[in-house]
């Protein structure tokens, strides 16, 4: 996983695997945009203007092949922001809660 700055409290993030020959691949899709999809379809949508979004590693369990971690955006005053706990299932390719 690889989390990088992109702008005054934004980040984005991909997941990265390497396959047993050796070769490395990325996800197309963003973690943090999953996580927000997946937020969108759990609540029926998200709060307007959403800034300073992104995602921060909790941890691994690698033996169950999950990747816990919590997602957050700002918002304007009075319509919530989002803050989540979420855990990506790399074997199914899905996101749920914990």
Known sequence: ????????????????????????????????DMGFDFLRHQLGGLPSGLYHAGIEFISWDMKNHLLHFSIHASSDPGTGGVEKTLTYQLLQNKIVEP
């Open 1 to 32: 996983m690889r989390i990088q700055k992109t702008g005054s409290g934004d980040n984005t993030s991909y997941i990265y695997f390497i396959e047993k020959n050796g070769s490395l691949w990325r996800m197309e899709q963003p973690l943090g």
